[in-house]
Nanobody, 124 residues
């Protein structure tokens, strides 16, 4: 059983930056593909970014390409999401998730374990 805890959310002005972290425990982190998803009020949860177990493969939603960067530190059992040039439409609860199969995936159904989320609010 993998436990995930997100941190780093908050309130930021448009154009600003935030760095989210997600710490993992209870599993073999270095064998696990990871992803970030987000859910805005009244909307469905959507894919943001994903990274393979080695960190060698990443993928991003079109809406965040060039602004967000996903990374991982397997020694620290942690993934990160660096978010730059934030926009009001990035406002959402951000969740990290684990894919035990190890590869990077944009598909929400691939992820078996989820954190509780961290709120990101971008003011205009």
């Amino acid at each position: 059983q993998v436990q995930l805890v997100e941190s780093g959310g908050g309130l930021v002005q448009a154009g600003g930056s935030l760095r989210l972290s997600c710490g993992a425990s209870g599993g073999t982190f270095s064998s696990t593909g990871m992803g970030w998803f987000r859910q805005a009020a009244g909307k469905e949860r959507e894919f943001v970014a994903t990274i393979s177990r080695s960190g060698g493969a990443t993928d991003y939603a079109d809406s965040v390409k060039g602004r967000f960067t996903i990374s991982r530190d397997n020694a620290a059992n942690t993934i990160y999401l660096q978010m730059n040039s934030l926009k009001p439409e990035d406002t959402a609860v951000y969740y990290c998730a684990a894919n035990p199969l190890g590869f990077a995936s944009t598909l929400i159904g691939r992820y078996n374990f989820w954190g509780r989320g961290t709120q990101v609010t971008v003011s205009s």
